[in-house]
C-alpha cells in the first residue's frame, strides 16, 4: 500500500515522539498502514484503560503540534499558541485539528 508524500512527512515527524505516542497516534489516525483503531481497541491491545490511552493520544497530539510549531510550517502563526493553549485543548480539539492536517474524515 503506498502511502502519499504528506502521510510520509507526518511519520517522520512521528519518529520524534515517544514510541508510546507514536504507536497510539498511527492506530488511532490509521496511518503507516495501520487501519483507524479506537480507542477501547487500542486499551485492549496495549493492556491500559481507555483513560490512559486518552491521555497518550492527546500528549502525543500535543507533542506533535509543538513539532509542527518548532518546524516554522506555519510561520509566524506559531507565535501566537502557547503551552498553556496546548495544555488546556480538549479531546475532541486535538483529534479535529490532527484530522485536518492529515486530511482525514
Known amino acids: 500500500m503506498k502511502i502519499s508524500q504528506k502521510e510520509e512527512s507526518i511519520l517522520i ?10 504507536n497510539v497516534l498511527k492506530m488511532f489516525f490509521g496511518l503507516g498502514g495501520s487501519s483507524k483503531t479506537s480507542v477501547e481497541e487500542i486499551a485492549q491491545n496495549f ?9 497518550i493520544k492527546n500528549d502525543g497530539i500535543r507533542d506533535f503540534i509543538k513539532l509542527i510549531i518548532s518546524t516554522g510550517i506555519l510561520g509566524d502563526m506559531g507565535k501566537n499558541f502557547s ?11 486535538l483529534d479535529n485539528f490532527m ?7
Request: hydrophobic fraction near 35%.
Open 47 to 55: 493492556d491500559l484503560s481507555i483513560e490512559d490511552v486518552l491521555q
Open 13 to 22: 515527524l512521528f519518529k520524534e515522539l515517544s514510541t508510546r505516542h507514536e
Open 99 to 105: 484530522k485536518k492536517f492529515i486530511g482525514s474524515n
Open 83 to 93: 503551552d498553556d493553549f496546548f495544555e488546556s485543548a480538549d479531546s475532541d480539539l
